[in-house]
T-cell receptor, first 116, second 113 residues
Framework: DTGVSQDPRHKITKRGQNVTFRCDPISEHNRLYWYRQTLGQGPEFLTYFQNEAQLEKSRLLSDRFSAERPKGSFSTLEIQRTEQGDSAMYLC??????????????FGSGTQLSVL | QKEVEQNSGPLSVPEGAIASLNCTYSDRVSQSFFWYRQYSGKSPELIMSIYSNGDKEDGRFTAQLNKASQYVSLLIRDSQPSDSATYLCAVIYSGTSYGKLTFGQGTILTVHP
């Protein structure tokens, strides 16, 4: 069973450095989502892709954040000039959406980012 | 600001008891509601979805939706220590794309032997 895979699992970086995370969705899934979760809170939506097109971005996603999904397969989330407030679990999820059918969202194990 | 509110707990119940988890949401016309379970350090796992008023049962889990009161709940019957986790309520608000979930802060459930 190849679920949603995220890499790395943990990332420790110094403030001001750039970091990049990768997400590999379930292979036939056409939608891919990024969420962020801080301790004691539920996940917050950041952005999502339908195939390779980025269709929506949350206002939480500042100019320092950029996400891509080239060729509609894996996705990367880059954070430039990291700040301590960026420390969180970054979760990727994918789903298969056909027409108006609601499909189940599958989450990856997340990347835990710590900014020192 | 569209919100989903949960009591953060912790909620502690003895093994075999019924655990009752509650959630309120702010948008009256929301259509889709979900309960996720999250073990410490793990990703959220969908356990129930509900779209219509009333009850929906799946094994030991029952989701209840009351759109007039903007209230959704999750009952866990015959609670087991393995049910100890954080339970997240999530809502898809009207006019938003499927998959764009708004989560509550989660309720920590502890089931003690």
């Amino acid at each position: 069973d190849t679920g949603v895979s995220q890499d790395p699992r943990h990332k420790i970086t110094k403030r001001g450095q750039n970091v990049t995370f990768r997400c590999d969705p379930i292979s036939e899934h056409n939608r891919l989502y990024w969420y962020r979760q801080t301790l004691g809170q539920g996940p917050e939506f950041l952005t999502y892709f339908q195939n390779e097109a980025q269709l929506e971005k949350s206002r939480l996603l500042s100019d320092r954040f950029s996400a891509e999904r080239p060729k509609g397969s894996f996705s990367t989330l880059e954070i430039q000039r990291t700040e301590q407030g960026d420390s969180a679990m970054y979760l990727c999820a994918s789903s298969l959406v056909r027409g108006t059918t609601n499909e189940k969202l599958f989450f990856g194990s997340g990347t835990q980012l710590s900014v020192l | 600001q569209k919100e989903v509110e949960q009591n953060s707990g912790p909620l502690s119940v003895p093994e075999g008891a019924i655990a009752s988890l509650n959630c309120t949401y702010s948008d009256r016309v929301s259509q889709s509601f979900f309960w996720y379970r999250q073990y410490s350090g793990k990703s959220p796992e969908l356990i129930m979805s509900i779209y219509s008023n009333g009850d929906k049962e799946d094994g030991r889990f029952t989701a209840q939706l009351n759109k007039a009161s903007q209230y959704v709940s999750l009952l866990i019957r015959d609670s087991q220590p393995s049910d100890s986790a954080t339970y997240l309520c999530a809502v898809i608000y009207s006019g938003t794309s499927y998959g764009k979930l708004t989560f509550g802060q989660g309720t920590i459930l502890t089931v003690h032997p």
